[in-house]
């Protein structure tokens, strides 16, 4: 085990750490004995992660004489769905759970979601911890307790906030990952970048492509940058009343071109965040708050990188500018029928904008959609 650093999530009661190294799965019993004591310990993962992940975390736990059990879901999406949470609650109370049990979501973004709301809800509330295996998950969704469900008017619609215990995040875990979903969490890590960092920025331009190639030392340190900006984020607005709606930078088109697809799998989250991003950084040149070089310094980027910074063509799918306002529109930042958008000054220089009109959002959509 290489561990690289321990970053805290400052939130008293609910204070915890996120580990980022190398091979720590292989340590997880030894780390999770060291803070927790003797447990009952419940994994919950996917039927692909699990094949690749739940026999190495077993035998760590199985050594330091863990009492196990555990829960494999479906793959993808379709699992954070009500019937799948009401199947895991079953499956969670058959194994025997208990308030004193530890659940361990081992897997990406719908598993954290789903095992994560499982334990806030089960028995009123159970501790959790994350063992992420996508990049996206690493810098972003295992971090910060946002855990919920999809419902059919929306993505994450019904959830709760519920810190983990712990997060183990073992940059090793990226070697399997497939090069598109790489790809599409890199549009996470950009965004730190973006948003508030211009110097991780200048960092990505040099080493965006050895982090991609799996370059460890890259990983570590790209993966660390992302939790500690999250932690210091969470920490301040754990609920997302003021700074936290800065990590939505490119979410709210992305969300809209993620729903005008039916959140299928043509266009993976990251994908349409990247996209977003460049329609966010479009819009604030068109409404003068940022350069046009700043604009094509980040789509020069992005094309490097191989990041979409275009609406993707998609067979017998016509994009439509008034169809993604209106997706937009449904926003969970909405207020008082006002967008919220998350607007750029500069690179590192994100803020939150709530003048923005339909108008100038569909101006920006119409040259990006037909
Ligand atoms: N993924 C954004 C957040 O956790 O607030």
């Given at each position: ?23 720590l799965?292989e ?14 310990i419940?994994?919950v993962?996917d ?33 954070k ?19 004193d ?60 906030f ?11 875990l ?36 050895a982090?991609i ?35 939505n930078?490119?979410?709210t ?16 989250h ?7 991003t460049?329609l ?32 993707p ?28 958008l998350?607007l ?27």
């Amino acid at each position: 085990m290489t561990l690289v650093s321990t970053v805290p999530v400052s939130l008293k009661e609910r204070s915890y750490d996120i580990l980022v190294g190398g091979q720590l799965l292989e340590a997880a019993g030894e780390l999770l004995r060291n803070r927790f004591g003797p447990r009952h310990i419940l994994i919950v993962s996917d039927d692909q992660v699990a094949q690749l992940y739940l026999g190495r975390l077993r035998k760590s736990l199985l050594v330091t004489d863990y009492d196990l059990k555990e829960i494999v879901v479906p793959v993808g999406e379709s699992s954070k769905e009500f019937g799948c949470l009401e199947m895991l609650i079953s499956d969670m109370l058959e194994a025997g759970v208990a308030r004193d049990w530890l659940i361990v979501a081992l897997g990406g973004g719908v598993v954290g979601d789903l095992a994560g709301f499982a334990a806030s809800i089960i028995l009123r509330g159970i501790d959790y911890l994350h063992i992420p295996t996508t990049l996206l998950a690493q810098v972003d969704s295992a971090i910060g307790g946002k855990t919920g469900i999809n419902t059919t008017l929306g993505k994450n619609l019904v959830g709760s906030f519920h810190q983990p215990r712990l997060v183990l995040t073992d940059t090793s875990l990226l070697d399997s990952l497939p090069q598109r979903e790489l790809l599409a969490g890199y549009a996470e890590v950009v965004k730190y970048g973006l948003l508030g960092d211009e110097s991780f920025f200048d960092w990505l331009e040099t080493n965006g492509v050895a982090l991609i190639e799996g370059n460890p030392g890259a990983r570590e340190y790209a993966v660390t940058t992302c939790c500690t900006a999250k932690a210091n984020i969470v920490s301040q607005d754990e609920h997302e009343a003021g700074a936290r709606l800065l990590l939505n930078l490119g979410h709210t088109f992305g969300h809209a071109l993620e729903a005008e697809v039916g959140f299928d799998s043509r266009l993976l989250h990251g994908e349409a965040v990247a996209i977003g991003t460049i329609l966010a950084f479009d819009l604030s040149v068109r409404l003068g708050f940022c350069s046009a070089s700043t604009l094509e310094r980040v789509r020069k980027h992005f094309e490097f990188i191989g990041l979409p910074t275009r609406l993707p063509v998609l067979q017998g799918h016509t994009w439509r500018s008034e169809q993604l306002l209106a997706h937009m529109m449904h926003d969970k930042k909405i207020r008082k029928g006002q967008q919220t958008l998350i607007l750029a000054r500069g690179i590192g220089e994100a803020f939150l904008c709530r003048e923005v009109t339909e108008a100038d959002i569909l101006g920006v959509l119409r040259t990006y959609a037909g």
